[in-house]
């Protein structure tokens, strides 16, 4: 996945300071009058104190330091490119489950749909939820609940038969039903986001962090990707050349090139000189767009060239059309894609989505402290980072297009490398997607993208989605057999079951269709049968903390010991005065101090 990177540049002077200085100049002063009232006869606490102005200091915005608005835009955009691949990938991919891979107007509507929920849910995780630098997107766990309701919806041949109002039929190469499809991923995950809403306004998010541990979220993030092979390998498969090809450019862009200088003249009015040379490692921060715009510009030319023609993977005409079809703008709202429906495997399978996307945002919140200049989250602030969540898979439900949000770690890792933590900054970046996603014609556009192309990304993701589940064994013992044994045998049922439901379906015979559709869907499920079985026998099976890996975990969640910062940071603005009026507000799960 794309990184973002900090901007290498000439030191500016500025009356013999660096402009460093300068920036934390008040930053200093504040902290000091801050900490002298803070109690100095602890000592753990002032080690803590210490600890968090070295990491402000680190920081050029701290999670409370706002740079100018124009700034700040600028340094948005830089997220909104990291979150840009992942977000437009998810309801691309989910096209061909509803059956309109060759409608573009219907992906269009998709994709501008998901980037309006994604810059909503993350002005509220910032506003009311954890307050914290943290944006909101789609996530890969609900693709995996939503490939499993869709399979078997389109038909065999790809050809639908429509019927017009006046009665002369037409055969189409989409689904012209496929607001029915879509609409039973958006009613589940509206009853399934009610469950995360009382996790998180009830205070039960700690339950959760009691009983599912790494190895549990290593098979549950891990399966995700690996359940996905087939869906890439489809799409890829249409010209592996292509595809090949994108995997290929990002991984020069990103790891090849990412410390390769690209230099730019910059025009600064605060220096003796009239113009400067900045160096930005722009190759890793934009190694996703760079990639898809070659290998566009290259399907162009070969269109052009009538190497590829119409019926080919690569073709890219008629893309005119289409873009004079769409509307400029195009405005989400709830029920656009028709009245919701609920099944209970469809719900059973999203309340699994929201859990494994529930305890992955909160490892994603204690990260975004650490790198942001913050102190460890408190309980309260995790209830909340979870109920608006829950506010937000219930939009994404409602106006579409059914798929959850969650905490984008890609997003979180930029803040470490950009040294940029400003709560401001994110919120710019929520206005862009908001604003591009209200533009029509830029989802139609990116709509149209060849498939190939897509394919790339799909192998690319689904990768890294399966290593970074991985990486959650670093607090594991794994020279402990216990754990290879809960590890080996999650992961490998969890890959075999699927495989076998999807391919038996029609064994599956109880007599009652409801419970045999429920059936259907938690078998097909990997994160379901994997995660689920990881669970129980983490929680069942002999072992001690530090070899489950436990005791790293609470170390890493720690709560912190100084109020004072806490209320700082996570407080919403206004609330003390509400809570010192009404006490017995205090015992409110999300609104506690």
Partial sequence: METTVPVEEDTVITNGHTLENEIFKDIDIELKEHNAGVNQDSTKEEEETRDYMVVRKQLKYPVDENPSWAVSFFLGLQQYIVMFGPTFSIPVILAPLLCIENNVIAK????????????????????????????????????????????????????????????????????????????EIQGNLMLASVVQLILGGFGLVGLLLKVIGPLTITVLISLIGLTLTEVAAKSASAHWGISLGMVALVALFTEYFKNVPFPIPKISKKTERSCRIVRPKLFSTLSIILSIVLLWVLCGVLTATNVFTKGDAGYTGGMGKELSDATWFYFPYPGQFGAPRITIGGFV???AGIIAGSIESIGDYYACAKLSGAPPPP????????????????????????????????????????????????????????????????????????????????????????????????????????NIFVLGISLYLGLVIPTWATRNADKIDTGNNDVDQLLIVILRSGMIIGGGLACFLDNTLPGTDDERGMTGYKQATKNSENVALQRKIYQIPGTTRLLNYLPVLKKLPFLGE
Avoid at 140 to 156: E, T
Avoid at 177 to 183: E, G
Wanted: hydrophobic share 45%; charged share 10%.
């Fill in 108 to 183: 269009g509507q998709l994709l501008n749909t998901m980037f309006v929920m994604s810059g909503l849910s993350t002005l509220l995780q910032i506003f009311f939820g954890a307050r914290l630098p943290i944006i909101q997107s789609g996530s890969y766990v609900f693709f995996a609940v939503a490939a499993g309701i869709l399979q078997d919806k389109c038909s065999a041949d790809g050809k639908y038969s429509y019927t017009h109002d006046n009665g002369t039929k037409e055969t189409l190469n989409y689904d012209p039903n496929w607001h029915y499809h879509i609409s």
């Fill in 379 to 482: 309980k309260h602030a995790l209830n909340r980072g979870i109920l608006m969540e829950g506010i937000g898979c219930f939009m994404s439900g409602i106006c579409g297009p059914g798929i959850g949000v969650t905490s984008y770690s890609e997003n979180i890792g930029a803040i470490g490398l950009t040294k940029v933590g400003s709560r401001r900054v994110i919120c710019c970046s929520a206005i862009l997607m908001i604003g591009i996603g209200l533009i029509g014609k830029f989802g139609v556009l990116f709509a149209s993208l060849p498939v190939p192309i897509i394919g790339g990304m799909n192998l690319v993701m689904f990768g890294m989605i399966a290593a970074v589940g991985i990486s959650n064994l670093q607090f594991v013992d794994l020279s402990s057999s216990r």
């Fill in 349 to 351: 399978g999203m309340l």
